[in-house]
């Protein structure tokens, strides 16, 4: 999950400036449909005409910026994968007019299609499989201090939030000897979407000829250049939809079918889920705490699961440490958190 900045309670009407956007795009007599929020300030909109759909994302400056999205739709596309096409664009007022990819939301399929659920996640992977396979994009790199500052968002809300007084320096030495080896590991590294997940992945009917299985790809504007474990992590350590174990495994496996070093990458794996999982603990806290979206404290006993999975990997064991000094049992219990 990658950070919003502290989120306001936007209108669902569409700015005068995007209707003016709208018409000059050619769709100006077009019916507008504001969807759902995520976790930021962008908002989108389907736009229909004449049996025709397209996507307005209004990403407001100065808080939002669709510049990074853009440059990774544009990577994406130029290596074969299918991101939403760019219909027109205006960096400066925060306006991007986008193709519709339609309803079909991977994790809405599912939970309708369960016996779906091997095939499209075996799917999932083989995307990331081939994505890793091309040249990093243009990426900023996802370096030591990247890692270390979204890990101490853990200990900067979760902690807080529930009065701890808890070693921080103790915490960042644990991480920095836990995450050495990975970075050694990382090398020149790969593309990294950072939100690659169930619910930012659409099923297409028609792939339009592109080696991506008819998955079309959202939310991808924070991608870096980092570790291919962390995709993995993010899509078979989902916070927002339960992942069994047994598939999970059975996804790492197609994953590592052509992986020399299988044990290195597991270890590497377990060290990115603590890590991303730490860190998704921290911001649910804190969109509860600072922005009031509370909804996100029902996920994190979902997280805390999976990271105990992966604490219990060797590799985890000065972290696994510093946790058990520092962390009560009872928070980090399965149904452990209640709200802070």
């Known amino acids: 999950m990658t950070e919003p900045a502290s989120i306001p309670n936007p209108s669902n009407s569409v700015p005068p400036h995007a209707r003016e956007f709208i018409a000059r795009a ?10 759902a929020g995520d976790a930021s300030f962008r908002r989108y909109f389907r736009i229909n005409r004449d049996g025709e759909s397209a996507m307005l994302m209004d990403a407001p400056p100065p808080n939002e910026d669709p510049r990074p999205f853009l440059s990774a739709a544009h990577y994406l596309l130029d290596h074969g994968f299918r991101a939403p096409r760019v219909l027109a664009e205006d960096a400066d007022m925060g306006l991007v007019l986008l193709e519709d990819f339609g309803h079909r939301r991977m994790r809405d399929h599912l939970d309708v299609a369960p016996d779906d659920e091997t095939a499209i996640y075996r799917d999932a992977v083989t995307v990331l499989s081939k994505l890793h396979r091309v040249p990093a994009g243009p990426f900023r790199p996802y370096d030591l201090n990247e890692y270390l500052r979204e890990a101490k968002l853990f200990t ?11 070693d921080d320096d103790g915490y960042e030495a644990a991480w920095r000897e836990v995450l050495g080896p990975l970075l050694d590991n990382q090398g020149d590294g790969v593309t990294v979407l950072r939100d690659y997940h169930a619910e930012n992945i659409m099923l297409l009917d028609d792939d339009d000829g592109f080696e991506a299985f008819g998955q079309g790809l959202l939310d991808f504007q924070d991608a870096l250049v980092g570790h291919p474990a962390y995709d993995l992590v ?4 989902d916070a927002r939809r339960d992942v069994d174990p047994s598939l999970e495994s059975e996804m790492l496996d197609h994953y590592l079918a052509d992986i020399g070093d299988r044990e290195g990458f597991l270890a590497d794996y377990a060290r990115l889920g603590a890590q991303r999982n730490a860190k998704v603990v921290g911001i649910f806290v804190r969109l509860s705490q600072r922005d009031g979206k509370d909804r996100y404290l029902d996920l994190i006993p979902r997280v805390w699961e999976a990271m105990e999975r992966d604490l ?16 009560p049992g009872e928070l980090r219990a399965a149904r452990g958190f209640t709200g802070a």
């Open 234 to 237: 993010s899509l078979l350590q």
């Open 156 to 166: 900067e809300w979760f902690c807080v939030a529930h009065n701890l007084a808890v």
């Open 312 to 327: 219990a990997h060797p590799a985890l064991g000065p972290v696994a440490r510093w946790l058990d000094a520092n962390i």
């Open 26 to 35: 050619g769709w100006g007599s077009a019916a507008i449909e504001p969807l």
